[in-house]
């Protein structure tokens, strides 16, 4: 798919008019206490993705695209796990790495190109991670912690590594680890390998830190709730 083109651009369309409506139905069910919300995306997400991913591997596998091993494929899980349960950590994971998947949302590496499954496969995974953050983020107020934000760091450089070794074993190029996209992304600004790969750790992690010290501070300036008890009493 050639970036920009027309299924490109409906494709960010949608994904910008579905942000605010993830933000609106997250903050009615912080309201309201009934998950309906987020339990529907939960259920969703595996519902679109895993079909699509079962046929593409039986009826199209190819080692170097069809393993379940660039982060977006454990963002998906993740995001389906947070939606669910709304534990911290797998929304921390959701939060974190919906900044990756919005570099494949606004850079896409994709061969396919509409009307292909994969086409559909593709934006249906990335759309919903990055609307399953703004949801449980912004909508349901789960904002990360210094301890989320180092648990996520620490699980993406084990991914990292451990995704590494295997592309070397297999040669294939699974998280961008060994190349770059060949269609074009924003890695091209980053040197050649592996210095963009260094650069994307040290960018990303302090990227994330900003993406947490704004929720940090707004927690630490709310009045603690036996406080807020004290002064209603008062």
């Known amino acids: 798919m050639e970036a920009y083109s027309t299924p490109h ?8 008019a579905g942000i605010p409506v993830a933000a609106w139905l997250g903050a009615r069910e912080r309201r309201t206490g009934v998950p309906v919300a987020s339990r529907t995306m939960a259920v969703l997400i595996p519902l679109v993705h895993v079909p699509t991913q079962l046929v593409d591997v039986v009826t199209s596998f190819e080692l170097g695209v069809s393993l379940p091993l660039h982060l977006c494929d454990l963002a998906w899980i993740a995001a389906t796990v ?3 349960t709304q534990n911290r950590y797998a929304v921390a994971l959701t939060y974190f790495w919906s900044l990756l998947t919005l570099q494949g949302i606004v850079t896409p590496s994709l061969g396919e190109d509409f009307p292909e499954l994969r086409f559909f496969a593709y934006w249906a995974l990335h759309l919903l991670i990055m609307w399953a953050a703004v949801l449980l983020v912004w909508g349901l107020r789960r904002t990360p912690t210094w301890r989320d934000y180092a648990f996520t760091v620490g699980a993406t450089l084990l991914w990292a590594v451990g995704t590494y070794c295997f592309n070397a074993a297999a040669g294939t190029n699974y998280g961008y680890l060994q190349e770059k996209p060949s269609s074009g992304s924003i890695l091209d600004l980053l040197g050649p390998w592996p210095v963009y790969v260094v650069a994307e750790i040290v960018i990303v992690a302090a990227v994330w830190a900003l993406m947490t010290w704004p929720w940090v501070r707004a927690a630490e300036r709310e009045p603690a709730p036996s406080a807020t008890r004290s002064d209603q009493t008062a």
């Not at 651009?9 to 910008?16: D, E, K, N, Q, S």
Request: avoid cysteine; charged fraction near 0%; glycine fraction near 0%.
């Open 9 to 16: 651009l409906v494709a960010l369309l949608v994904f910008v």
């Open 82 to 84: 947070a939606l669910w």
